[in-house]
């Protein structure tokens, strides 16, 4: 027997006959089948949990609501207000707040004006040193229309009259309607009920409505007292985005200073995080020559990227806030900017390098090939073929930035703050800390306000996220 004659027996002897064969290939087919499954389950399991997450956000965010009307409108007038023209619904301004001048001032101040407290507080104390601050001064700088016969009087010192006309003539018929509706028969939320919950045990409800009259009769001392029929409410309202937060009635809440704080915050922290980031990826990838100190460099920044947030929080406070007190103004918009760009730093980096180390080394070559530098073929080759993978790095770090809000409590977010980050060196709060303040409020009806925050969170995160799609896949189309 030759050599590979006797090769081959030793190896037929070794391979499965036929009936081997087949329950090998059965066993590895169902081996196969139960891993489909297994992976099918994950993502059904996923999507379901998705889609609970979004009902209990949605089921709070639309709910019915019962409200009690603190001033009966059937006693201002003989009619029902929305049939009362402007003259009449100003005669029930001016009836209501006869007494109450300080009162209307305010509203006006607020409602007409738009006057910050710092505002207000400058007029009065120009008042206090006997400047007379005029209404043809405040309203005309603020462009709004004033009584002529009022222009040259002190705006403190008008009459509960002229303070009704100043907002007769700046305002529309609805929107008198409106301030009418809210300023003096001050409707109150005093039940409200997830949408599912009210659709499936109205019984229940219709019980919960009788018990909320009746507090409300013995509270007052008035057996008239009576609530509304449950109405659907939608709480992601428009004054939700253009308001500032109100933590006495949830219906007056609103999270534009949040709203702006996040914003800035994060585009502060992109601005500085991603420069960074590309540029230490590039330098690792691209320059370095190997050796001891890059595997250093390289181990500390995968480390980094699973290091606990508030971990980042602490450096940050001992190094913005404290020993960069000078540069940063302590506890503020630039101070939790900049933490915040050490913690998604690592996420930009890691991604940025396997986006560079993805890139063909052909392209390199053939850069070199035509006589380009290191740095010429980095810049107008390397960078823009890595870079959709550079983005969707970056998207993954915003998304982690905008919701964190453990490392922005120990910077120095406020919980609740009423004037607008004027600059980086502004104090501020965040999206995710004011809806954390929603939900720890006694009242029931916060909890709605914030799950309408959530969304308005997710829908600026999935707008930021979308404007990076869109970059990334402009220069796909380019690298091709």
Do not use: C
Not at 10 to 18: A, G, I, K, R, V
Not at 233 to 244: E, F, G
Not at 264 to 271: D, Q, V, Y
Request: proline share 4%.
């Amino acid at each position: 027997m030759s050599v590979s004659e006797n090769t081959t027996a030793s190896t037929t002897q070794y391979l499965p006959n036929e009936e081997q064969l087949q329950k090998n290939i059965a066993r590895r087919n169902r081996q196969a089948k139960f891993w489909e499954y297994v992976f099918l389950a994950s993502i059904i399991l996923a999507i379901v949990s998705l889609l609970m997450l979004f009902f209990s956000i949605i089921r709070q965010t639309f709910s019915y609501v019962v409200v009690y009307n603190q001033v009966n409108p059937d006693t201002l007038a003989d009619k029902p207000l929305e049939e009362l023209s402007s003259d009449e619904l100003t005669a029930v301004i001016i009836t209501f707040y006869q007494s109450d001048a300080n009162d209307l001032r305010t509203l006006v101040f607020n409602e007409v004006l738009g006057l910050s407290s710092s505002d207000q507080q400058a007029i009065r104390d120009r008042e206090r040193a006997k400047e007379t601050v005029t209404v043809k001064e405040i309203a005309g700088d603020k462009n709004k229309e004033y009584p002529a016969e009022s222009a040259e009087k002190s705006i403190i010192r008008l009459t509960v009259p002229e303070y009704a006309q100043f907002i007769q003539l700046n305002f529309d018929d609805d929107a008198l309607y409106d301030f009418v509706v809210e300023y003096v028969v001050q409707p109150l939320i005093v039940g409200s009920w997830p949408l599912d919950e009210y659709l499936l045990d109205r019984d229940s409800i219709d019980a919960d409505i009788i018990q909320i009259e009746d507090q409300l009769r013995e509270i007052n001392d008035d057996p008239s007292i009576e609530v509304s029929e449950p109405k659907l409410r939608s709480w992601l309202q428009w004054h939700l985005i253009v308001d500032t937060i109100d933590l006495s009635r949830p219906e007056d809440a609103g999270l534009r200073t949040a709203i702006l704080g996040s914003l800035m915050m994060i585009s502060i922290t992109i601005l500085v995080a991603l420069p960074l980031g590309v540029g230490a990826a590039i330098y690792l990838e691209e320059y370095a020559q190997g050796g001891w100190m890059e595997r250093l460099i390289q181990t500390n920044i995968d480390n980094l990227a699973g290091v606990p947030s508030i971990i980042y929080g602490i450096l940050g406070l001992a190094l913005f806030v404290r020993i960069l007190d000078d540069i940063t103004q302590g506890r503020t918009i630039l101070s939790a900017a900049l933490t915040m760009a050490l913690l998604i730093l690592p996420v930009i980096i890691i991604n940025a390098q396997e986006a560079i180390r993805s890139v063909p080394d052909s392209l390199r070559q053939a850069s070199y090939g035509i006589g380009s530098t290191k740095w010429q073929t980095v810049w107008n080759h390397v960078l823009p073929n890595a870079m959709p993978g550079i983005l969707t790095g970056t998207i993954l770090a915003i998304s982690r930035a905008f919701g964190e809000t453990a490392v922005l409590v120990v910077v120095g977010s406020i919980t609740r703050i009423t004037v607008d980050p004027s600059g980086p060196l502004s104090r501020y709060t965040v999206l995710p800390l004011q809806i954390y303040a929603l939900i720890t409020q006694p009242q029931a009806q916060f909890r709605n306000v914030a799950a309408a925050g959530i969304l308005l969170l997710l829908a600026i995160l999935l707008s930021l996220n979308a404007a990076a799609v869109i970059l990334r896949n402009r220069f796909s189309k380019r690298a091709v």
